[in-house]
């Protein structure tokens, strides 16, 4: 008989012990209406079934992921357990497509179309579950503390904290938060082998204001301001590891008790939570995906491969939000056979330490931290392999068919998507959302916003541009509204950019009094009557104002001026401000986006390479798709791609970058070559040609093979 040996996972033990659940999965059968044996199979149908919720979900896991003998409850056939005795939660399941780009219908996987909620005794607490009176020393001991009571009765789990074995602690815990009895002994007795997993929308809720779906530097930089002055985080990280988790794309891990290190683990592609946007329906149990993934590295090679466990961890808990509970006819279960094995899906997250940031306005960025001298290097990797190159470290924000990597841009982005959503997703909203967007000429300030509504409801946007400089008087205005009620009583929703809306009619912000009335109630004058809008989104787009800055500056005291005509002068600018109802249009803005464009905004501006090399590899694949192969790659010569990412200027931003390609001879040509560039003489309308050229022959380092050799 074969006997196992002492070192195989199947002869090691873990304990996994906590608040247990019953997880019922409802979903809809296909009724049998042309010959049912029974009347109630005329439907329509729906089946249900009872799967391990909470700790013994977690010990299912974790058997699949170890392959260790795991022993913690047994609370027999499920489908029997009554919810007085444990908590039942009911979630509605779908067949949907894997993901949005697919509509094949023999491709489906079954996901959570509606989280239905959860049932319990009507009057008191549930009991905890008894804990196997058979179990023995064991290696780890991984605990699932929900905060339905398993934490209250020492009873339950006193004698496990007992082992001499000093076994592996990982306490997976939700609110509140680092309280009770159950915590208080795991410290006092297994703080230095503990690492406690949190979710961050738990800290949040705990009034902990962490940034959300803007970028990893915010959200992480936020997280580092709590660890330093919050009560709740500074006991959670009394653990040898505090491990915060962040959607299925990123967590922060707590490494050092005494200096407070912070440890960044990301998905650059994504931010938190962007991930599920392009897949249809939720999934539970991300959690216990990712706890089983982390917790398997720490059973294999020990407290300290923490970093490791982190990014097993994350790449479980994706593989689970993909795969759902599998494929029907199947009926719906965890795929435990494909969760923690590699996938081709799986992401590279990167790390990266979070600095201390004490300083008021000072930023922090990956860009800088992970590029440094090799920026260039990453602009040509960008270009030629996309974002999705395993070189591209930074994180990367997509808006529809835009990309960019500036924290700046992507922050303010964000803000504005997370504001369209919002506005898109109400019924009843009657008035426009109001936002502004200042840049210099050509830096893209229409592109952008149009990129985000059209990746939000692209079917129900219609765009509309007027160019306010060319507007003769206010009757022009008054025929722009008309036009958008026209196109909003079509069912539309009327995108509407106003264009250079800081030059009107000759008189400086004179027009701003005429917005008012749209902006605040929805309605416009014409003559003696007042017509509704309705549902629209106003973008108004600087022309002389190239930042926010640059439109309103409010005058609070002299002390910033170097002298008394200084600040006389800028007092009367602030009257006339003032006087043109300045103050109340803004009021009525409910964000702004500077755009940085593709020339650099200073002497210390590096960042505008990636910012070419962006804007670069799109306006390629839109007008030069053929010079692509079919991995992707851009076959571009090295000498076009350098002058194109260094040249000094492009005169009238992105819209000379796209000049250049346009005039370029490519549409028989599967490379492009430097024969294929156009003249001398129709370069300088667009860049300085002479530097232009002379980098196109100073390709030297930014060869493909180099970078393919990088």
């Not at 007992?162 to 009895?181: F, S, V, W």
């Not at 962007?274 to 939720?282: A, E, F, M």
């Not at 500036?406 to 936002?435: F, W």
Request: hydrophobic letters at 40%; aromatic letters at 10%.
């Amino acid at each position: 008989m074969h006997q196992e040996s002492k070192d195989s996972p199947s002869s090691r033990r873990i304990v996994v012990v906590g608040d247990t659940a019953v997880d019922w999965l409802q979903w809809t059968c296909t009724p049998n209406q042309s010959d049912p044996d029974q009347n109630w199979q005329m439907g329509p149908i729906f089946r249900m079934i009872a799967r391990p919720g909470g700790s013994l979900l977690l010990a299912r896991m974790m058997a699949s992921s170890t392959g260790a003998k795991v022993m913690g409850h047994s609370p027999g056939e499920l489908s029997d357990i009554s919810s007085y005795k444990m908590v039942h939660s009911m979630v509605e399941v779908g067949t949907m497509p894997p993901t949005n780009l697919s509509d094949s219908p023999e491709e489906r996987v079954y996901r959570v179309e509606r989280f239905k909620g959860y049932s319990g005794p009507a009057k008191g607490v549930i009991a905890p579950q008894p804990v196997d009176q058979g179990i023995v020393d064991a290696e780890m001991i991984v605990l699932d503390d929900a905060g339905n009571g398993f934490r209250d009765h020492p009873e339950i789990w006193e004698r496990l904290l007992e082992m001499d074995t000093e076994p592996m602690m990982i306490l997976k815990m939700n609110r509140p938060l680092a309280q009770g009895d159950l915590w208080d002994a795991l410290l006092e007795k297994h703080g230095d082998r503990l690492v406690t997993v949190v979710n961050a929308n738990t800290l949040r809720l705990h009034g902990m204001n962490i940034s959300r779906r803007l970028s990893w530097e915010r959200t992480a930089q936020d997280f580092d301001w709590h660890s330093r002055s919050n009560p709740i985080l500074s006991r959670l990280m009394r653990s040898r590891y505090l491990v915060v988790l962040f959607g299925i794309e990123g967590a922060i891990v707590s490494v050092d008790r005494e200096e407070g290190r912070n440890v960044l683990y990301y998905d650059p592609m994504v931010m938190e939570d962007d991930y599920k946007d392009d897949w249809p329906g939720q999934m539970q149990g991300l959690t216990s995906a990712f706890v089983a993934g982390l917790a398997s590295r720490v059973f294999k090679d020990g407290v300290d491969s923490i970093g490791d466990g982190v990014k097993e961890g994350l790449a479980s808990a994706r593989r689970l939000f993909i795969f759902g509970y599998g494929v029907p006819p199947n009926e719906p279960d965890y795929p435990m056979e494909r969760l923690f094995v590699a996938h081709d899906s799986d992401p590279l997250f990167n790390v990266i330490d979070v600095p201390r940031i004490d300083g008021m306005g000072k930023i922090w960025t990956i860009l800088d931290e992970v590029a440094g001298d090799e920026l260039e290097e990453v602009a040509h990797k960008m270009v030629v392999e996309g974002t999705v190159s395993p070189f591209i470290r930074v994180p990367v924000a997509r808006f529809g068919a835009m990309r960019t990597v500036d924290r700046t841009e992507i922050e303010s982005y964000k803000s504005i998507m997370n504001l369209l959503d919002e506005y898109l997703s109400k019924r009843d909203a009657t008035t426009p959302l109001s936002i502004a967007v200042f840049g210099q000429p050509g830096s893209g300030k229409t592109y952008g916003v149009t990129q985000i509504s059209r990746s939000l409801q692209p079917e129900k946007i219609e765009k509309l541009e007027f160019n306010v400089s060319q507007f003769q008087s206010p009757d022009d205005l008054i025929n722009a509204f008309h036009h958008v009620q026209s196109t909003a009583l079509m069912g539309k929703i009327p995108l509407v950019f106003f264009d250079e809306f800081d030059c009107f009619f000759g008189q400086r912000k004179g027009w701003l009094k005429y917005f008012l009335a749209p902006m605040q109630d929805g309605v416009f004058r014409d003559k003696e009557t007042f017509h509704p809008i309705g549902k629209s989104i106003f973008v108004f787009a600087g022309g002389t104002s190239h930042t926010f800055d640059d439109f309103f500056s409010e005058y609070s005291d002299d002390s910033r001026f170097n002298d008394e005509q200084e600040a006389r002068e800028a007092w009367e600018e602030w009257e006339e401000f003032c006087e043109a109802k300045g103050p109340d249009f803004v009021s009525r803005l409910r964000g702004y986006v500077n755009i940085m464009g593709i020339n650099p905004m200073g002497g210390d501006d590096r960042c505008f390479m990636i910012r070419r090399a962006m804007i670069l590899r799109s306006i390629l694949e839109d007008k030069a798709s053929h010079i692509f192969d079919e991995d992707g790659r851009a076959l571009i010569d090295p000498g076009v791609l350098n002058a194109l990412i260094r040249v000094s200027r492009y005169k009238h931003g992105v819209r000379s970058m796209e000049a250049v390609i346009d005039m370029s001879l490519l549409s028989d040509r599967p490379e492009f070559e430097q024969t294929a560039l156009p003249p001398r003489d129709q370069l300088e309308l667009h860049v300085d040609a002479e530097d232009f050229l002379r980098l196109v022959r100073r390709s030297g380092w930014a060869s493909i093979d180099k970078l393919d050799s990088g």
